[in-house]
Structure formats: structure tokens, C-alpha cells
């Protein structure tokens, strides 16, 4: 594997997405927090400090970041649903992943907001219309305009992607 960054690849946008499709994001969205958990279970603190690529942010950090990052879609999805076609409030997220929360908090702390945060957004996610599915958000930085249902799956691959990076790098160091 030569892009670390990527293991998984790069998130596909789809045309077409099917109800099919969509539970099955959700299913990965309520995976995710165990996934995560797996993914580190038993590392030392240094190996949690270790970057899973050169230049890449260290698996701790990669913890943090993922309810950081969840939270904030969950409030953009819940802006969607609420307001027509809402302008969603970027974040600088490498400026976050260096705050002292990322480096002080025990990992445990993240583990469990990401579990309640996907408990709540994995009730919303699964009784979401077609209707709703549609609704969109802008991002007002890059212009993009999303629909719910490719949010869904941008987020899915997001959880899977970052599980797979910290799994990348156990099997490269063999821990």
C-alpha cells in the first residue's frame, strides 16, 4: 500500500443513491465507535503518539478528531433538516488536532462522545424520509453544496477511513 493517507481511497460521490445504500451508511455510522475501539485496543501511549503516516497526525489525535469532526456534521445535519438550505460553519481542523485537549484528554473520553454522539445521530440518521434525504447544506468555503444523503455517505467512509489508517499503521509496525 503506497498512500497511507488514502488506505481506503478516496470518498466516491454517487449520482444515484438507493434507500439500500443509504441504511447501509447508517449501519456503518452505528459501527463505527466499536470499530474505532478495536482499532486501538491494547496501544501503549507511545504508540498512540505515533503518526500513521510521516506528516500525518498521530493515532491519538486521529481519536479526537473523530467525534470532533461527527459532532460537527450531526449539527449540520440537524441545520438542514431545520432550515432551508443552511451556510454551515467550516472549522479549521489541523489548527483543533493541535489544541492541548487533543494531546491532554485520555483517549476514553473521545471513545465515549463518539459512542453517545453516534448513538443520537445513528436515532436520527435511521428515520430520515426520502424527502429529508435531499435536503442540503452549503459549505461556504469551498462553494460545495451537499445533499443529506451524500453527507451520509461522506461520513460513513470518514469513520472507515480513519479506522483503516490506525489499522494501516499496526500492521506496518506489526503491534
Known sequence: MDDFRYPIGKFQNRNKISAEQRADWVKQIAEA???LRVAIHGLSSEQLDTPYRTGGWTVRQVVHHLPDSHMNSYI????????DKPIIKPYQEERWAELNDYRDTPIEVSLILLETLHHRWVTLLSNLQDEQ?????????????????????????HGRHHVAQIRSLRKRMGW
Open 33 to 35: 465507535p466499536t470499530e
Open 133 to 157: 434525504c435531499v435536503r442540503t447544506f452549503t459549505n461556504p468555503e469551498s462553494g460545495d453544496v451537499l445533499s443529506l444523503e451524500t453527507a451520509l455517505g461522506l461520513y460513513a467512509w
Open 76 to 83: 449540520r445535519f440537524k441545520l438542514a433538516l431545520t432550515e
